[in-house]
């Protein structure tokens, strides 16, 4: 599976952006999708998923109200729309996939940076 991110770029603070993320088999057999992010200096960290039949969404608290995920299998898409962002959101966003035989797959990264 190859994952490809989109929308990364320079914001400034409480301004918004939309990453998406396509793969290149259906997204309708992964059972989990979400996205990361690392900013320099520090470890990934997960932000979002959504996973299951019913779409279940989790966030973390830190973008927990300003960040939804979303996808639209019929265009193989994972999103994430990005609302008041922060200097701390500058990070490279990553998203993942994990299957049904719970192998996970990575995308290459996008660049968000938000200045104050």
């Not at 190859?2 to 993320?21: H, R, T």
């Not at 019913?54 to 019929?74: L, M, P, W």
């Not at 990070?91 to 104050?116: F, H, K, P």
């Amino acid at each position: 599976v190859q994952l490809q991110a989109f929308g990364g770029g320079s914001v400034q603070a409480g301004g918004s952006l939309e990453l998406s993320c396509v793969a290149s088999r259906d997204t309708s057999r992964f059972i989990i999708m979400g996205w990361y992010r690392q900013a320099p200096g520090k470890e990934r960290e997960w932000i979002a998923t959504i996973e299951g039949l019913d779409d279940d969404r989790n966030y973390a608290d830190s973008v927990k109200g300003r960040f939804t995920i979303s996808r639209e299998d019929a265009k193989n898409t994972l999103y994430l729309e990005m609302n008041n962002l922060e200097p701390g959101d500058t990070a490279i966003y990553y998203c993942m996939v994990e299957d049904i035989g719970r192998r996970t797959y990575w995308g290459q990264g996008t660049l968000v940076t938000v200045s104050s």
